[in-house]
């Protein structure tokens, strides 16, 4: 009696599990997996979290709509902790177990050049919202980005700091560890040498950090005009509030690196009267910006910065790809996403060149009473 009811059990056991297979496997046809992944936490949690934000804006309002022909898209996001060793595992989950068609990610350009060769060799397509360094789209013709990149934003800020600040003699300080932070001191210095400016004070420091004390005093020394610190906001803000309390009173210049309400809570007031170049200002009139600040306000209940426009971005341009593929496979998105033309999205027209990056235009933001003023914009 006791052997039968075990086999018994088992058996129901076996059907349960045998039905409940079948029928993921039924919920699975109508569902189109999208891989993400992001800093969600650690000293970059903002840009992982608003670039989410912006993506579920996007694909929430896609599937209320009713999908593709009845699919629904479902976003799988894993928190990388800002780690480049993190994004790696966490890109061969979502491909290998997950089984995502898409991938969606990363900001940082180191985490995204620890993801995209996995995502290459596996041939699954990425699309990077934001990160600027050349090398990432350089991986493969499976990886993506729909922004700018950063000899251009170097250019930017190098032409503000020669026209606009009337700056001849300037210090960088640069993160060693980041790709992109390294990549874009290059690109600034290029430029602004090539305008008749002086790079008089070269200096580094790694994520992490929290004194810089050292290297401010050095730059102290060389009665310089601006100080161009393309990093990320958690650093870039102590940097700034060491800087005052220094006495240094020329504008620090950045980059991307900079866009996060974190900023100016860490410097408070200290960068007041810095520039940094962005993707994006939630001041534009353009009707799209308006319609996108909007509906993000009502989900989120803040002004979008500029990782949530381009997490919202990347995920419309990714929508079109696949609306334009019959069996939505990775190979065909590929070829979709290649040939997107003129797309209109919030942060500019995305149209893909032969590198897989979009050409767009930046804009130069001033900081003023902890907010971020438009100053301009600047075609490519
Ligand atoms: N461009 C940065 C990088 O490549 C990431 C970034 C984009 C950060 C936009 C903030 C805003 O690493």
Not at 22 to 28: M, Y
Not at 197 to 217: E, M, P, R
């Amino acid at each position: 009696m006791k052997h039968f009811k075990f086999i018994s059990y088992t058996f129901l056991a076996f059907i349960f599990l045998f039905s409940f297979t079948q029928c993921s496997k039924k919920e699975d046809k109508n569902i189109i997996k999208i891989g993400e992944y992001g800093s969600l936490t650690g000293s970059e949690a903002t840009f992982g979290t608003s670039t989410h934000n912006g993506i579920m804006l996007a694909i929430d309002a896609f599937n209320n709509q009713g999908g593709l022909n009845g699919k629904k898209l479902k976003v799988i996001t894993v928190d990388d902790q800002g780690k480049p060793e993190e994004a790696a595992s966490a890109v061969t989950k979502l491909i290998t177990s997950d089984k995502v068609v898409a991938l969606l990610g990363e900001v940082a350009s180191s985490r995204s050049l620890a993801g995209a060769p996995i995502a290459q060799r596996y041939k699954i397509p990425m699309v990077t919202p934001s990160s600027t360094n050349p090398k990432v789209t350089q991986v493969g013709d499976y990886i993506f980005r729909t922004c700018f990149i950063d000899p251009f934003q170097g250019q930017v800020m190098a032409n503000f700091a020669t026209r606009t600040l009337k700056a001849k003699k300037v210090a960088v300080l640069r993160d060693v560890k980041s790709d992109y932070s390294v990549g874009l001191a290059e690109f600034f210095t290029k430029t602004f040498e090539g305008n008749g400016g002086k790079v008089v004070a070269d200096l580094s420091y790694t994520a992490g950090d929290i004194d810089f004390k050292a290297q401010l005093t050095a730059i102290r020394s060389k009665n310089v005009d601006a100080i161009f610190v393309p990093g990320y906001y958690t650093e870039v803000g102590l940097i700034a509030r060491q800087a005052k309390e220094l006495s240094i009173k020329v504008p620090l210049l950045g980059g991307d690196g900079w866009d996060s309400e974190r900023l100016t809570e860490i410097a408070g007031t200290a960068l007041d009267n810095s520039f940094f170049s962005n993707h994006y200002t939630a001041e534009s009139q353009d009707p799209r910006v308006l319609d996108f600040v909007e509906k993000y306000k009502k989900v989120y209940g803040s002004v979008p910065d500029g990782l949530a426009a381009m997490g919202y971005d990347a995920a419309l341009v990714l929508i079109d790809a696949l609306k334009r593929t019959p069996n939505q496979t990775p190979q065909e998105i590929r070829v979709a996403l290649a040939e997107t033309k003129n797309f209109q999205a919030v942060t500019g027209i995305i149209s893909f060149n032969d590198n897989r990056d979009a050409e767009k235009a930046a804009v130069v933001l001033e900081v003023k009473n902890k907010q971020f003023k438009f100053v301009e914009t600047v075609n490519p």
